[in-house]
Each structure stands twice: as structure tokens, then as C-alpha cells.
């Protein structure tokens, strides 16, 4: 998903993890579908960068992916980015 920056917030509502979220929940409106997308989208952004979570970070990324998807997103991207910019600088 890494992209960005974004400029505002319909750039990363136009992200297509975004998108299918939204789309989900429209299809099969029930609670929790954006929160699990959320969670996913969150979950491959840290294990992409191999980040290892303990239980408080954990309750973290739950916490962040009951708020707005959006948000979820960002921070996801925020995490790509910078860990393809570590790549790129050599740091692994």
C-alpha cells in the first residue's frame, strides 16, 4: 500500500485498501468491517517492516484501527515509507 504523501484526505480515501474497506462495509453493513480492515491494513504495514509487537503495542494498533480507517492508512503508509527509505539507505 505505501504511498504518499497525501495532501488531503480524499488522496487516502482514494488508497484502493481504502476503497475496498468502504465498500465492505457497504456490501455487509455490520460493526467491525471497517475496524478489521483497518487492523489488516495496519498488520501488513508492520510486517512488512518486520516490526515485533508486544501486548501493548498490540492494544495500540487495535485502539487505532477502531478509530477512522483514514487514520489507519496514514500511519500505515508513514511505516512503508520509512522503512523503504531505510532500504534505500542501506539500513535493514
Known sequence: MSTGPFDSEAEVRALPA???AF???RKAP???VLTEHALTILAVALGTADVELGDYDQRIVDLLAR?????AAVIASWIERA???G???GHE
Do not use: C, F, H, W
Not at 478509530?67 to 487514520?71: P, V
Open 67 to 71: 478509530g477512522e480507517i483514514q487514520t
Open 30 to 32: 455490520k460493526p467491525g
Open 23 to 25: 465498500e465492505a462495509s
Open 87 to 89: 532500504l534505500r539507505d
Open 18 to 20: 481504502v476503497t475496498a
Open 83 to 85: 522503512y523503504q527509505n
